[in-house]
């Protein structure tokens, strides 16, 4: 009876369940066996065997959706960590990158090379040797350059295939790596300064859209920089310059060591530079661990970068700062040196040594970088080989100018970069070829009313070699180069000639982000500096044209373009 009972029930209501429900429980057996799978596949990867290439411990990609791009970057901490060491791409210029790109779309997993591919934003296939950090770390599958996984395929028409990285961690290592073994982004590694990286990606061709740039700053200012905090953990673990050419990381931070030799020495005409570019950074707001040069420092951001800038790498905080100098008197120290609160090796503040007992310093929160007299208990060091300050009366007759060639340089003006000034500099007058500036707004010119590019395109048209009206982005004074360029105008780069628009990329010679700056060129120096008349510089807004002096270094980055008049 109870077997009777058995069928009857297996055949009236079992098997008909299952039959009328085959779909989904098939879907649902699946199911679980996914988990299962992504659990056991989660595990393995947490034991995989170690090499001797730096692994970090990170949370697997596997799970919820991130809710924000703030969550994701806070799961990857180490990855971006990692990069910095792995390629030397800043981590706030990467994330500002990764948004341009493909704007961290989570919700489109069908439909982003993020989702995928784990490509950070535009990882061409190219060698696995580009990736040592990345297969270390993560494995040997960890990338694949066949261009047949999922995600890889490019749609943009520029040729080639995406790279494929088998989670995101791996995908944030090796788009640092990418770049640091192509000779195009050679401006983007070891660059601490997080819009110049991004710059230096642009113009090295990462992308053929014109306004590419413009979006790359944009962002960095509305997204980046708010992880600049990450960019100093990278920095102090690793130093501010991890990567070597060679490909092989160096092993912790990077602090340049004392010497005496010709190749440490550094020309004593920096001093004046490095007061210049630290009295450029005055009213820049405090931020701890601010390494943005427009938006935000702290102390040791700020004497960081004014040496980057000046052609001088130091370590990335006060307490590595201040053990690497040489400790000096107060009768001793000059302009350019750097003044230490705290002892040496374990500085809790530094700032930079202005002459007349005065420094600019990037003080604390609620406040801007100041220039002040000295204070406190403080003590003096100087990096070897800086040099005599050519501004200090204390020093001897003799030049400290090295000349080249023993030949008679009377009479040769040279320069230097200088603040802008509204007449011609005495030591131009007399020498210049074109006509002087007539202040009259010429047919055609349809930008606002006293700005840079209102200024150069009358100036242009006066002296005979217009340069057309650019619209929209196009039109920006740093985007005047790719946008004459691809109207078939003869453009430049480095080599300033006399009657050619100067174009300076956003925050060159102290322009602003993303927009740039105009000028033109009325007069070359023998050493290749040039002097440049422009307009809203001196009284902003009002049409008034000054002049200023741009030194050769700067010129190598300045998109020159002829006009098309005679």
């Not at 034991?47 to 994701?72: K, L, N, Y």
């Not at 390494?291 to 935000?296: F, M, T």
């Not at 039109?475 to 005047?480: E, L």
Request: glycine residues 12%; aromatic residues 10%; hydrophobic residues 35%.
């Amino acid at each position: 009876m109870k077997n009777f009972g058995k069928k009857l029930f297996t055949r009236k209501y079992l098997i008909p369940f299952i039959l009328s429900n085959l779909f989904l429980l098939v879907v649902l057996f699946i199911l679980l066996l996914s988990i299962w799978s992504m659990f056991y596949l989660n595990q393995s990867n947490n034991c995989d065997s170690q090499t001797d290439t730096e692994t970090i411990s990170v949370s697997s990609d596997g799970g919820a959706v991130p809710a924000s791009v703030d969550d994701f970057v806070k799961q990857h901490k180490e990855a971006y960590i990692l990069s910095w060491k792995a390629g030397g791409f800043l981590p706030s210029a990467s994330i500002a990158q990764t948004m341009v790109e493909n704007g961290f779309n989570f919700t489109n997993p069908s439909g982003t090379s993020l989702w995928q591919a784990h490509n950070m934003g535009g990882v061409k296939t190219s060698s696995k040797s580009n990736f040592p950090v990345t297969l270390a770390s993560f494995g040997d599958d960890a990338v694949d350059i066949t261009g047949t996984k999922p995600g890889t395929s490019v749609g943009d028409n520029t040729g080639g295939a995406y790279t494929y990285f088998k989670d995101y961690n791996a995908g944030i290592v090796g788009k640092a790596e990418f770049m640091a073994h192509q000779t195009l982004y050679t401006g983007a590694i070891n660059n601490t300064d997080g819009a110049s990286a991004l710059t230096a990606i642009f113009k090295g061709g990462w992308a053929t859209d014109q306004s590419y740039l413009t979006k790359l700053l944009s962002t960095y200012s509305s997204l980046g920089k708010n992880y600049q905090w990450l960019d100093q953990e990278a920095i102090e673990k690793y130093g501010n310059a991890p990567y070597k050419a060679s490909g092989v990381s160096a092993d912790g931070p990077s602090i340049p060591k004392k010497s005496t030799s010709s190749s440490a020495k550094v020309d004593s005409s920096k001093r004046s530079k490095i007061v210049e570019l630290a009295r450029g950074r005055l009213g820049v707001p405090y931020q701890w661990g601010g390494r943005d040069w427009e938006g935000s420092l702290d102390c040791s951001g700020l004497t960081m970068l004014v040496f980057q800038k000046a052609g001088i790498t130091i370590p990335a905080t006060s307490e590595t700062q201040s053990n690497m100098v040489k400790k000096i008197s107060k009768e001793e120290a000059k302009r350019g040196d750097l003044v230490f609160w705290g002892p040496a090796g374990s500085s809790h503040h530094v700032a930079i040594y202005a002459g007349d007992n005065k420094v600019i310093e990037a003080p604390e929160p609620g406040k801007t970088v100041q220039e002040i007299p000295l204070y406190g208990d403080h003590w003096f060091g100087t990096i070897e080989g800086l040099g005599e300050d050519s501004g200090d009366s204390s020093n001897s007759s003799e030049s400290s100018c090295e000349v080249e060639s023993p030949k008679d340089t009377s009479g040769q003006v040279v320069g230097s970069n200088s603040a802008p000034t509204q007449a011609i500099p005495a030591e131009y007058q007399g020498k210049l070829s074109l006509p002087a500036p007539d202040n009259k707004n010429y047919a055609g010119n349809n930008y606002p009313f006293g700005q840079c590019t209102w200024g150069a395109y009358n100036r242009m048209a006066q002296i005979g070699n217009p340069i057309e009206w650019f619209s929209g982005d196009g039109g920006n004074g740093g985007s005047w180069g790719a946008s004459a360029k691809a109207r078939g105008y003869t453009v430049v780069k480095g080599v300033p000639k006399v009657g050619w628009a100067a174009s300076f990329y956003g925050g060159l010679a102290g322009s602003t982000p993303p927009y740039g700056h105009v000028a033109v060129v009325e007069f070359v120096n023998p050493d290749g500096s040039f002097l440049v008349s422009e307009t809203n510089v001196i009284g902003i807004g009002s049409g008034a044209r000054s002049w200023r002096v741009i030194d050769k270094a700067t010129a190598a980055q300045v998109d020159f373009i002829q006009g098309k008049g005679k």
